[in-house]
């Protein structure tokens, strides 16, 4: 498979990843809180904790399919930038709603898409990249 053909598959199964992780983040929050009791904050909590694990696990088995490497490291670097990524989110829509004085629709969904681009691209390169392992 060309270079192109295989980023145009990752990028394909990373948003068909992410669209898995929204439905498991509202099922999972759903679920505990109507179905358990349990508190919207802490049900989202947990729904946002599943949606990590699911994601990082999509990005490293199907997206990029980095199984060769260690996991721990892999792991811990995936949800930094994931953590890092989403208060970047935050603050860019922010910023573009106040200061930029944008619709805050059009800000969110140019935050986002942009975002998806730069994770994808970041993951790919940073986080499930086969270029930190030793050659043998």
């Known amino acids: 498979m060309n270079t192109r053909n295989k980023t145009v598959r990752q990028i394909s199964v990373f948003w068909i990843g992410g669209l898995f992780a929204m439905l498991a983040n509202m099922g999972v929050t759903t ?3 109507e179905l358990a009791g349990i508190r919207v904050e802490i049900a989202y909590a947990s729904g946002f904790a599943v949606v990590m694990l699911i994601s990082f696990l999509i990005c490293r088995h199907a997206v990029f ?7 721990l490291p892999q792991f811990v670097k995936f949800i930094s930038a994931a953590l890092v990524f989403r208060g970047a989110e935050l603050a860019a829509t922010i910023a573009l709603f106040h200061a930029a004085e944008l619709h805050y629709f059009v800000a969110l969904v140019s935050v986002q898409v942009t975002s998806f681009l730069i994770k994808f691209f970041f993951y790919r390169a940073a986080v499930f990249s086969d270029a930190g392992k030793a050659s043998t």
Do not use: E, I, N, S
């Open 31 to 33: 679920g505990l809180h």
């Open 65 to 71: 399919q980095a199984t060769d490497q260690p996991v």
